[in-house]
């Protein structure tokens, strides 16, 4: 037990993973959209004691990027989910993967194509939403022409898709395999078997395009995102200042509770916190200093994930793992030998019992609990063992008469968040044994461009599935070239392995091949697991309700205020 009880998830471990996986994704499944009303608890103002309308501020870090073409991290990913429906969305209170932008769908036998049934919808502009629109959105992230001088990272999310290579090299203008039947279907033809593939539609950069945004530079839209969700943009996005959305009236779905959202940016978690606690904000993060005492001042969430009156400080367990990622084409950690000792001379179990009041866990693999697959200590290095660690340098980086290995590191990182106090302690564990590390510490935009560059040794990132199942924690990171694979690793048998594991149609084959990949990615240790993330977030008394759920997106569209009267 911990310095404040641990909310464990909702859901048992069965229903968190998403139970059949495939089984469920080849079916055509009804269910609850965005706005409905099985996802975060009942909805409507007499469940809640809420108000309809009124305007929520909630606190962000300035993004990289807030339309589908690059939501690659999780700050602008929480703008666009609000303003952009995929197709599909995993409710994590039933474990099912229901549609949202679409009526239904379905696969052929051997997963190779799947048809879905589109909903009637309009985008913000008044015009229809179509499935040629979907076929845009989709291609406009892969296309190289979209922005040459900075393509999307993420494209990688639809390379089963037939015909992406060719669009991606730039020798086609569009995907063979996204075909439009007619106007509300959308058929996506894979150019090998893919049974989870309905899963990878669920993520929220997979949404139509309107066709406005074809008259539009790329930087324009961006600013001013012309989307499909339950809110609009209102006014453009004021860099490092703030985003406004409101309530989009013609939302397919059901409207949200809302009248709008001001998205505050604020330069660090600390500054966001002070904004909180004198009232200038309604959601916020909060600093890893201030974690047991705002626990105990807001109260706990009751399921860690819904935010109400007295119960306002959430804590439920994520998808989710904080990593060091390490530089593996140039520079010290090239050497699998000193990333094996760096990973056991760090003392994850402090730094979670320490920094963070035991609310996180130390991560023994990649993979976090809760995703079927996970394995316990499947990732050998990925503990404290000093002695090991030691041994390991002893041999390879042997100390001279002053204990000087020779061994000079930087760790790169963003300051806020608690981030600073991590490194630091990852510093004095390695001096511990001889190394001698120092911090860069630039602002996270820079951070993400150094790790595309490999213009760093190693540094911190934190992975939150994009869909839970275990294909999302090692295709994205671990094959080579991805955009997300900011190790620049590369090994052609992982990749073979990986792309053959993606191919398997039986849930328990597949799971069971990712689970040998995952084996031999931990021995090549590109990454460093550190620790399993839990949310940190506060409301404040005036928010009667809000879901935050486990993958962090908040479904905005169903908050509600205290009522004034």
Known sequence: ??????????????????????????????????????????????????????TLRYYINNPVCIEPYNLQEDQGTQVGFQLFDSLTQYNFETGELEPLACESWEANDDATEFTFHLKEAKFHDGTDVLASNWKYGWERIVNPATNPESPSVIGYHLAMIAG?????????????????????????????????????????????????????????????????????????????????????????GEPAILDGVNFMIQKDVETAYKEFQAGNLDVSDVPVASLQSAAEQYGESEDGYTITPGHQFLNGSEPSTYYLTCNVVEGPFTDVNLRHAVSMAINRQAICDTLFHGSRTPADNIVPPGIAGYEEGAWTYSKYDVDAATEILDQYY?????????????????????????????????????????ANTPDWATVLDLYQKLDYQFGRLGWVADYPIMDNFLYPLFYTGNGDNRAGY????????????????????????????????????????????????????????????????????????????
């Open 164 to 252: 992406y290579d060719e669009l991606a090299a730039g020798e086609a203008e569009e995907m063979s395999g996204l075909t439009c039947p007619d106007d509300h279907t959308l058929v996506v033809t894979l150019s090998y078997a893919y049974a989870d593939f309905p899963y990878v539609a669920s993520h929220p950069a997979l949404a139509p395009i309107p066709d406005c945004a074809k008259d539009m530079t790329q930087v324009d839209f961006g600013l001013a995102p012309v989307g499909n969700g339950p809110f609009k943009m209102d006014g453009e996005w004021v860099d490092g200042q703030y985003i406004n959305i409101v309530r989009f009236d013609d939302y397919y």
């Open 398 to 438: 042997p100390a001279d008469a002053d204990g000087n290995r020779g061994l000079e590191l930087e760790i790169t990182s963003n300051q806020d968040g608690g981030h600073k106090e991590v490194m630091d302690s990852i510093i004095s564990d390695l001096a511990a044994v001889g190394i001698t590390c120092t």
């Open 1 to 54: 037990m911990a310095d404040f009880e641990k909310k464990q998830p909702v859901l048992d471990r069965r229903h968190f993973v998403g139970g059949a996986l495939a089984a469920s994704a080849l079916a055509a499944l009804a269910g609850c959209t965005k706005g409905g009303t099985t996802t975060g608890g009942s909805t409507g103002s007499a469940a809640t004691g809420g108000a309809q309308g009124g």
């Open 490 to 565: 590369s090994n052609p048998t992982v990749d073979e392995e990986l792309m053959a594991s993606r191919q398997t149609v039986d849930d328990a084959e597949r799971i069971a091949a990712l689970q040998e990949v995952n084996k031999q990615i931990a021995e090549d240790m590109p990454v460093i697991p550190l620790m399993f993330y839990t949310h940190t977030m506060v409301g404040g008394s005036n928010v009667a309700k809000l879901y935050l759920d486990p993958q962090k997106k908040a479904d905005l569209s169903q908050a509600q205020l205290v009522s004034a009267e």
